[in-house]
């Protein structure tokens, strides 16, 4: 008896259809994060140009760009470096995205020189070969400097361009949650935050669940949607659902957390089996999620069950399709110094803000009508102007014109005062005739605006009817309603009969209809024909 014995060449780990990339110091960091928490069916590589960075990481896919280049010391926080290191590069790249990969996540720290710089280039590679690729990156802390928040925003834009879809988290709303930390600490939740992000996404493919979210449904979402904003809260007790919700969509760690206006959400619900998810908190999620992102949003849900919740529920949105064109991060303020009064221990304002002036040419709003010039006139007293008090100067059309009340007392005898008050008056009524004609010119341009824009609507209504009965008309010629009966009964029946015309005394077309007589010039009869007649002499 032979002993038959097979053998199988068995690969020695599956390849999945997610990677994660690491690139440059901050994405590696992040990187190996994820990989010690662990991802489920996520393949991990750290990309750098620090062959000494590389050798710490636990991650055994390792790629190092920029070899001839840096020779292994670094891009030096000079974006333009890293970007020739992964130039450099390309092809092993590509070579390892080339296997089967279906989606990957480009995560760095941007910044600095080889994740601002290289991450562009990874994501242009992965594009080019139709993989779904997701940036997270990281904004740097405002502590930082501002050269590096213009480098990281300068590299975020450069990376929309060639992702489908960028989340962005700014380091500092990590201050706004956990105050002062260590600065260990606060880089370390940073990576924890960039591991929600991945770990959100891609176990929303990996998991399975009862309703299923799979790859196609992730990809509906994010392909070619420019920025987006991720949320995931986990909670337990009364009224998780609600609570659950409300947390996702209220974290400060993500850029843009308001989901109004998104296009397309992907929704995933998560739950133990302690406690699975009812129907009425289904219902309750949907509709708060729906409500918040108004009713033009494409909602796509999925839901699972994670033996490792127990009683809890976890919910994580991804909303798409923001109108975003640029990101900008916020800029660091300036010290407010509070200075208070000894005496009365109020706070005193040293930067007070100046008032808006409107700067704007308005009309007068009401007709002005000016007062009749009268020889007794009383004296008002005048107002003393209020301490720190300017007053508005009046503002019409582009000019102005100052009226000043004579000071002496108007008497009877006195005809020089009253010729000087009479000749205000005149002065008074020749300036609101003015205005009046520059109010009537004003509105006869007003008018023929109006007239102008009445002729272009008309014109545009004439043309866009004279282009619907084209395309009628068109359609009308291209269309075939005949069916075959239809070209059969074509065919076999004459058209004269179709149309319906009666033919009497018709002569055969095989019998010679040739007229005997001609004509002149004058369409005078000439006679005979002698070549037709019957005998020809």
């Not at 929309?160 to 706004?176: S, W």
């Not at 998560?270 to 129907?279: F, I, K, N």
């Not at 007709?367 to 720190?388: A, N």
């Given at each position: ?9 068995i690969?020695?780990?599956h ?63 000079n974006?333009?470096k ?16 080339s ?30 070969l ?15 400097g ?42 370390g ?7 929600t ?15 299923n ?9 994010m ?56 129907m ?10 729906q ?34 064109s640029e990101?900008?991060l ?54 003393e ?5 300017k007053?508005?100067?009046?503002v ?5 014109y ?17 010729m ?34 009445k002729e ?22 291209n269309?075939?309603p ?12 004459p ?43």
């Amino acid at each position: 008896m032979s002993d038959n014995s097979y053998q199988f060449d068995i690969p020695p780990h599956h390849k999945s259809i997610i990677k994660v990339i690491g690139v440059g110091g901050g994405g590696s960091n992040a990187v190996n994060h994820m990989y010690n928490l662990g991802i489920r069916d996520v393949e991990f590589f750290v990309c750098n140009t620090d062959v000494q960075a590389l050798q710490s990481s636990p991650v055994p896919n390792k790629l190092q760009i920029g070899t001839n280049l840096t020779a292994g010391l670094g891009a030096g926080a000079n974006p333009e470096k890293g970007k020739h290191a992964a130039m450099e590069s390309k092809e092993e790249i590509r070579e390892i995205l080339s296997d089967g990969t279906k989606m990957v996540f480009v995560t760095a720290g941007m910044g600095g020189g080889t994740g601002t710089g290289a991450a562009p280039v990874i994501a242009k590679v992965a594009k080019e070969l139709d993989i779904l690729t997701v940036g997270i990156v990281t904004a740097p802390f405002i502590f930082e400097g501002r050269k590096k928040a213009k480098v990281a925003e300068e590299g975020i834009n450069l990376l929309k361009e060639c992702c489908d879809t960028v989340l962005v988290i700014l380091n500092d709303k990590l201050r706004e949650i956990y105050g002062n930390l260590s600065i260990r600490n606060a880089f370390g939740q940073a990576d924890n935050i960039l591991t929600t992000a991945a770990k959100g996404i891609a176990e929303i493919i990996t998991v399975p669940g009862y309703v299923n979210v799979d790859f196609e449904d992730v990809k509906t979402v994010m392909c070619e949607a420019g920025s987006a904003v991720m949320g995931s809260a986990m909670t337990d007790g009364e009224n998780r659902a609600r609570r659950a919700a409300e947390a996702a969509l209220s974290s400060p760690l993500l850029n843009n957390m308001n989901i109004h206006g998104a296009e397309k959400i992907l929704l995933s619900i998560m739950s133990g089996e302690q406690a699975e998810l009812q129907m009425d908190e289904l219902t309750e999620i949907t509709d708060f999620i729906q409500e918040m992102a108004g009713e033009e949003a494409d909602v796509i849900f999925g839901h699972g069950i994670d033996e490792e919740m127990g009683e809890s529920i976890s919910v994580t949105v991804i909303a798409t399709g923001f109108d975003q064109s640029e990101t900008k991060l916020p800029a660091k303020k300036g010290t407010v110094k509070k200075v208070y009064d000894l005496d009365s221990s109020r706070q005193i304002n040293k930067n007070p803000e100046p008032p808006q002036q409107n700067h704007q040419a308005e009309q007068p709003k009401e007709r002005i009508t000016p007062k009749q010039p009268s020889l007794f006139e009383e004296d008002q007293p005048d107002e003393e102007p209020k301490e720190g008090h300017k007053e508005e100067e009046p503002v019409v059309d582009t000019r102005t014109y100052y009226f000043e009340r004579p000071q002496q007392k108007i008497n009877d005898e006195d005809d020089d005062s009253e010729m000087s008050q009479h000749k205000v008056g005149i002065d008074d009524y020749e300036f609101i005739d003015k205005i009046e004609e520059e109010q009537n010119e004003q509105i006869k341009i007003e008018s023929a605006e109006e007239k102008s824009l009445k002729e272009i609507k008309l014109k545009r209504e004439d043309l866009q009817r004279q282009a619907k009965e084209r395309v009628d008309m068109i359609k009308k010629l291209n269309s075939n309603p005949y069916r075959q009966d239809d070209y059969k009964d074509k065919w076999n029946t004459p058209a004269y009969i179709r149309k319906n015309v009666n033919l009497q005394d018709v002569p055969h077309s095989a019998d010679h209809n040739v007229s005997r007589y001609n004509l002149n010039d004058d369409n005078q009869i000439l006679g005979n024909n002698k070549f037709l007649h019957d005998n020809v002499d």
